[in-house]
């Protein structure tokens, strides 16, 4: 079940200069409950011992994490679920390797692969970028809230907005029927996180 609105994805360089930990006790504390663990440049052994740390602050707050494309460190550590890239296994593929009740996110960049991801099984999907963010610029222009609208509009399993999310944007990415909205650098970031 997606009881979450608010999906932060893990940067651990873009935690302005603060302990990693700290930021997300942070960020959990003023309510975040949800954290994607995405560390791609961490080798398999190091990810593992990570995710053993954040585990410990995702389970004061009784919160979901998901790690990044790795269905293999979900089983190994017990976390809640895994979140695809839009060119990783399809989530059907993927459901077969995870233990019964395990969530699947998937990243989509296009209606049709939005579509795609629900068929195959996904439990929610994240969709951008809505708005320009350097770490979104390679999968082209931003693509706009009346595209997200589309998007919301077309499907039947939860939506999050993603890409250059803000605190001003967010009410616009609601009004276009996104479920709730995922962010890297807004919260991690920020001056005041819990803010």
């Not at 979140?83 to 969530?103: F, I, Q, S, W």
């Not at 399993?157 to 944007?169: C, D, K, R, S």
Request: aromatic share 8%; charged share 20%; net charge negative.
């Amino acid at each position: 079940m997606i009881d979450f609105r608010l999906y932060l994805i893990s940067d651990r360089n873009q935690c302005a200069g603060r302990s990693f930990m700290d930021t997300i006790g942070h960020a959990f504390a003023a309510g975040v409950r949800c954290l994607q663990i995405r560390e791609k440049d961490l080798p398999s052994n190091a990810l593992y011992w990570f995710v053993g740390e954040v585990q410990e602050i995702v389970k004061k707050y009784q919160s979901t994490l998901l790690i990044n494309d790795r269905a293999d460190i979900v089983q190994a550590t017990g976390a809640d679920g895994v979140h695809l890239p839009e060119t990783g296994l399809p989530p059907d593929v993927t459901r077969k390797c995870l233990p019964a009740g395990k969530l699947i996110g998937v990243s989509t960049h296009s209606l049709d692969r939005a579509l795609e991801a629900e068929d195959l099984g996904a439990d929610f999907v994240t969709f951008g970028p809505v708005f320009y963010t350097p770490s979104k610029a390679p999968y082209g222009d931003p693509l706009g809230l009346a595209t997200l609208a589309r998007v919301t509009a077309s499907m039947n399993i939860p939506v999050f907005a993603l890409g250059g999310i803000n605190p001003e944007n967010t009410v616009h990415c609601m009004d276009a029927g996104a479920h709730g909205v995922a962010a890297i650098s807004a919260i991690l970031a920020a001056s005041d996180v819990q803010k």
